[in-house]
């Protein structure tokens, strides 16, 4: 089923950058405050190695619109970027063109004049500070020769990745991208992101030719606010590009030899194979367990980043009790999550002895048997959820008809946020507004939490209040929402559209998108119907805990202009108070996962919700939901998943004819 986009490239205008110089401290700061809380050493998240690179050619020394030289708004903005940094990170600078004065011939001195100022290794701000203020832009341009030099900058192994900044094209010799595809020919893990100064229509086509060979994005930055928010948001996203967490484990090629799973979250990593690899889950008798694997695979521009997941699970004896496979086609190059989830419940009765419902062992392969070549890090998540005392007493599962658009109102300015780039580091939010910036081929995650007996909406204005967005007659959008369950299955996605409805065209300044989740109820899973909201997609809403969103742009397509940031403003509702809670006949202590990091900071929005958020991973009064707080980087036209995702909420299908998943059973997902 593909999703709705509206044809828009959006680009901030001129006007546009008062409000940009205004939020950049805001922006950068806060760079610095969204970190995962000190996870134990077994579930932290693995940083990469990031060397920022800057041109420091004599051309830097024009003026830039804001009132500075080029070179004077780049060191501002790398200043402010070294002060935002996580503690943890692993850093490094490089800069070319800054000692040798050639007289504009590019001479062979001048062509090897590149050099790593600050080697990359933890961070280190003095010596970054000093080292930025130090250097000149007088020299050439040499870009191929200093790409080849950082490759020894970041090390043998690892995830290594380059941001470039650059006003101009090479001028020396070798071609930069013949010179990066023979870099990353050889599979290094290695990624390269380019930022275009100020540049002409030559060098930006030379910088974006680098990023796709490099396996990054082209970013232009047509001032010195924007370079910084581009630099701040780069950095980030490099250190922590798709942040997992939780307890190392490898899967199996053998379901003899497969590790034992208990409730818990755990990290493992996949390459494309024609075979599963398993894992065995330990269940309670009578339990309902849940089992999603999370990866976000690069993408990949020669395939429309195609990418598959598959999950089933049997008894020892070889009986079927659930399957899912997940299909990210993602031509736009949003670098999205792909999740496959399943469920088995327990028994329906006493005496019901469905072998799937009573097994206390279960087996789970997992195959990825299509993507990208590379190996990919991927997030499992298992939770148990015991079985409930009385269920005929708590509320009855919503009919779909009974479930209605919810959006969130706004209120005040808006307190600026930086979304995670997964589950595991996504931030919380509670009702109020806040404000983000989102880069082309981004993917940006957010998590409200809820009870039962309430739910949730997410409204998103593109670009914020005070902003426009020029767009063509021929481009998209780009942008996307997606929610989540606590148990990573996932409910629905809308594409942007102009707040007023109608079809977008040239001189539309606003598009809106909002997401919203049913009411919570235990007995959601055994929802039925054919009319209005997807029953299919109502039975996943069974579960209280975090609740997420995640905000996706595309990459610009080849050819556009412009691939700037772009602000948005956020708002976030919660209807609804506490209700219909479970009793569950067996104790907390053994239902509860493994404990895993903490996710970003909670930031208090304005004005403050009336229940505040926290940066703990439980659930309130149900433990066993734990695992599910945690968990974690585009459409040019249409996007097909296999799974159920729905187009825009405000006009849902009139059936439950939602693509695979409809008229699957509770205890399997979606084929």
Known sequence: MSHSHASARPR??????????????????????????????????STGRLLLMLDASGSMQEADPSGLTKIEAAKKALTSVVAALPADSEVGLRVYGA?????????????????????VGPLDRPALTAAIRRFHAVGETPIAYSLQQ???????????????????????????????????????????????????????????CIAEAGRGTYYDAEDAAAL??????????????FTISG??????????????????????????????RYYQVQRTPGSTLRFSVTA?????????????????????EGRVCAHDSALRFDPGRRT???????????????GDDDPCRTATTLRVAVERPKGTDREVPVEVL???????????????????????PLVAPASGAGTRVVGGGGFSDAVTLAPGTYRDTVLPAEQVFYRVRLDFGQRAALTVDVPEPGETLELGSTSYTGFALDVFAPDRAPLSRVGGEPPTGGSLGPGTSALQLTEYTPQVRWANREASGSRGYSYVTLRKASLAGYYYFALGRTAEPPGQDSAAPVDVRLRVTVQGEPAGVPQYLSGDATASPTPVASPSVAVSPTPVASRAPDSSDGTGPWPWAVGAAAAVLLAAGGVLYARRRGRDPRARPADAATGPTAGQPPGGSHA
Do not use: M, W
């Open 228 to 241: 910084a928010t581009s630099l701040g948001k780069l950095s980030q996203r490099a250190l922590r590009p």
């Open 336 to 350: 999205e999550a792909v999740v496959a989830h399943v469920r088995v419940d327990g028994p329906e009765e006493a």
């Open 12 to 45: 901030p205008s001129r006007a546009s950058r008062p409000a940009r110089l205004a939020v950049l401290a805001a922006t950068l700061t806060l760079l610095s405050t969204v970190v995962a809380a000190a996870p134990s050493p077994a579930d932290e998240p």
């Open 247 to 276: 307890t190392p484990v490898v899967a199996a090629t053998t379901p003899e030899t497969a590790p034992r799973l208990t409730p818990g979250q755990y990290t493992d990593s996949f390459a494309v194979a024609t075979a599963p």
């Open 382 to 404: 298992v939770i148990e959820e015991p079985p409930v005392r009385d269920p005929g007493s708590l509320p009855p599962a919503l009919e779909p008809t009974e479930v209605s």
């Open 99 to 119: 000692t040798v004065d050639s007289g504009g011939k590019p001479t062979k001195a001048a062509c090897a004049d590149t050099q790593n100022v600050v080697p």
């Open 296 to 316: 976000r695979p690069p993408a990949d521009p020669a395939s429309y980043s195609s990418e598959r997941l598959a999950i089933d699970v049997t008894t020892p």
């Open 150 to 208: 950082a490759l020894a900058d970041l090390g043998p192994s690892g995830q290594r990745t380059i941001v470039l900044v650059s006003d101009g094209e090479e001028s020396c010799v070798p071609d930069p991208c013949p010179t990066v595809r023979k870099l990353v020919a050889g599979g290094i893990d290695l990624r390269i992101d380019t930022v275009g100064f100020g540049v002409d229509a030559a060098a930006r086509a030379q910088l974006r």
